[in-house]
């Protein structure tokens, strides 16, 4: 069963230092999403790609966080600096198409300290 | 920007059919509402996809009005391990662009 695949599943640093969670999206899937998660706002959309293009980010903290996809089968999302507002479980997932179902990996659980 | 509004809770017994519905009064003409399980420490899981009138699949159904402003998931014969959140998805498009929009979700909890 194809899967999507993130790393690391944890990460614990201090204030002020860079991060960098990656994902595997699933081979053959041409959208790729990367959302946040924490009991305040709920699942929150970050950015979007398609045929590895940036389509939307406007969800995303623009002085601190990008998004990129160097190539098809990795997509990274950095956040330099960190704060501790940043904590949260980030969630990568792709999809076959836009509109259709999108699979999910199970997770970045950062704690920044 | 589609909202979607659930029930935050809902209780149930294993064996009972559970009804989760979620509003979405401003769904485009393109939009698919799609519903997602997540269980703790996992990431969401498709359940099952539908533009209009009833899907079903070997988990669920979902029933769609005419209006298209809500849907209703249907579990039949809940069990334990059906304990989970449950969110509704309805893409906004903008301009030719798509943004997945999740509601807060319905926590879902099964009792023996």
């Known amino acids: 069963d194809a899967r999507v695949t993130q790393t690391p599943r944890h990460k614990v640093t201090e204030m002020g230092q860079e991060v960098t969670m990656r994902c595997q999206p699933i081979?053959?899937?041409?959208?790729v999403f990367w959302y946040r998660q924490t009991m305040m706002q709920g699942l929150e959309l970050l950015a979007y790609f398609r045929n590895r293009a940036p389509l939307d980010d406007s969800g995303m903290p623009k002085d601190r966080f990008s998004a990129e996809m160097p190539d098809a089968t990795l997509a990274t999302l950095k956040i330099q600096p960190s704060e501790p507002r940043d904590s949260a479980v980030y969630f990568c997932?792709?999809?076959?198409?836009?509109?259709?179902?999108?699979?999910f990996g199970d997770g970045t659980r950062l704690s920044i300290l | 920007l589609a909202k979607t509004t659930q029930p935050i809770s809902m209780d149930s017994y294993e064996g009972q059919e559970v009804n989760i519905t979620c509003s979405h009064n401003?769904?485009?003409?393109?939009?698919?509402i799609t519903w997602y399980q997540q269980f703790p420490s996992q990431g969401p899981r498709f359940i099952i996809q539908?533009?209009?009138t009833k899907v079903t699949n070997e988990v669920a159904s979902l029933f769609i009005p005419a209006d298209r402003k809500s849907s209703t998931l249907s579990l039949p014969r809940v069990s334990l391990s059906d304990t989970a959140v449950y969110y509704c998805l309805v893409a906004n498009a903008s301009g030719g662009s798509y943004i997945p929009t999740f509601g807060r979700g319905t926590s879902l909890i099964v009792h023996p």
């Open positions: 081979l053959g899937h041409n959208t």
């Open positions: 401003n769904i485009a003409t393109n939009d698919y």
């Open positions: 539908g533009y209009k």
């Open positions: 997932a792709s999809g076959l198409r836009t509109n259709q179902p999108q699979h």
